[in-house]
Structure formats: C-alpha cells, structure tokens
C-alpha cells in the first residue's frame, strides 16, 4: 500500500460539465501520474507532475489540465467533459525502493462516466 | 512511439500448472520494465521490476525475464494458484520518458 487515495471513485456527469478528479497521497513522493484505462488500449499516461507547480504532457493530454499546489494532492481537470472522456482514471506515484530503481504504485481508480 | 504486445490475450489453465505470459515491445531503448496485475474492478499491483541492466527478477512463484535487446520479456508463474486469477500487464518504461507504457494485458484464470 503506497498511501494513494483518489476521489471521487465513481462519477456520472453530463456533457459540457467540468470535472475535477482528486489523488492524495500520504507519503511525501515527488512523483505523481494521472493515466486513464479503455479497454482495447491498455493504460495511457495523461499528465505528470515532477514536483509542486511542476507539470508535463503525457501521450493523451489533449482536454484535460492538472495542478499540482501541494506535494500531497495531484488534481486533474477536464474543463468540458466529452463522451471519449468516459473512462477509468488511475493516479499513480513513483516510489523509490533501496537498492532497486523506481517503481510507480498505483491507486485504486475512478470510474467516470460522462453522458 | 512505444508499442506494447501481450499474448496470450486470455488464458485459461488448472491449478497447479506452471505458465508463461509473454510481452513484446518495440522500442529497446528502455530504463525498466515492470509486470503488475490487475484484479476486475481494481486498481494496478505491482508484481516485479527489472531494469534495463538486469535479466530476470524473482518473487516467490513469479519469475520475469528480459531481454530487451529482442524487446521480449516473459512473465513465469509456478505452480498456479485460484488467487493468481487476474489480468497480468506488462510496462516498460521509455529511457528518461518518465513514462509506462502498457500492453493491454493477459486475462488469466486458474481452474481449481
């Protein structure tokens, strides 16, 4: 367990609405990730973040914003939600272990559904 | 751009039987790989890391090998398990990408 909660954890909104998604974590890790999951594609990174105020673009980021204003919660912002956005989004960080290079641990995902 | 190819699909065996994942990638130029379950409706565990330097890792029942240079990894499981029922996925990671790149998986299920 990495400490990482994201909320909410299922979400029906309509379109045109914009959505924040929330991902916390306990244990003070630099990095942070927002991937979504379809099926068909495996997962696909969104947006990263290196650090507070640090962000980057993944593979998919077109229609989704992040900030990042504490070390603790990375936030994911669709401004517009479209139906292509209905998916599972997934938060993950990077944790260091001793001896072995980074591993990112995920958290437990959520479900948007946008109609 | 990465492509990730994981076959099987789908596989179904008996308990106690030992299988093989298999997972193909297309760039060599990785910094690691790592394989993770996922079980319906859950979020991703991860199983094993190797580095790009490494050959193979060890937890338990589970193996993993590497060879990038033919962008192959494989994923061993000895003597399954009902518990070991999920879908395994295979990612490896662009050299300084910052990035997993994800196979869309094998759906395993172990029969008791």
């Known amino acids: 367990d990495a400490g990482i909660t994201q909320s909410p954890r299922h979400k029906v909104t309509e379109t045109g609405t914009p959505v924040t998604l929330r991902c916390h974590q306990t244990e003070n890790h630099r990095y942070m990730y927002w991937y979504r999951q379809d099926p068909g594609h495996g997962l696909r990174l969104i947006h990263y973040?290196?650090?507070?105020?640090?962000?980057d673009k993944g593979e998919v980021s077109d229609g989704y914003s992040v900030s990042r204003s504490k070390t603790e919660d990375f936030l994911l912002t669709l401004e517009s939600a479209t139906s292509s956005q209905t998916s599972v989004y997934f938060c993950?960080?990077?944790?260091?272990?001793?001896?072995?290079?980074?591993?990112?641990?995920f958290g437990p995902g959520t479900r948007l559904t946008v109609l | 751009k990465q492509e990730v190819t994981q076959i099987p699909a789908a596989l179904s065996v008996p308990e106690g039987e030992n299988l093989v994942l298999n997972c193909s990638f297309t760039?060599?130029?990785?910094?690691?790989l790592q394989w993770f379950r996922q079980d319906p409706g859950k979020g991703l565990t991860s199983l094993l890391l190797?580095?790009?330097?490494?050959r193979e890792q060890t937890s338990g029942r589970l193996n993993a090998s590497l060879d990038k240079s033919s962008g192959r990894s494989t994923l061993y499981i000895a003597a399954s398990q009902p518990g070991d029922s999920a879908t395994y996925l295979c990612?490896?990671?662009?050299?300084?990408?910052?990035?997993?790149?994800f196979g869309t998986g094998t759906r395993l299920t172990v029969i008791p």
């Open positions: 760039d060599s130029a990785i910094y690691n």
């Open positions: 993950a960080i990077r944790k260091g272990l001793a001896g072995v290079t980074d591993t990112q641990y």
């Open positions: 190797i580095q790009s330097s490494q």
């Open positions: 973040s290196y650090g507070v105020k640090d962000t």
């Open positions: 990612a490896p990671e662009g050299d300084g990408a910052n990035n997993l790149f």
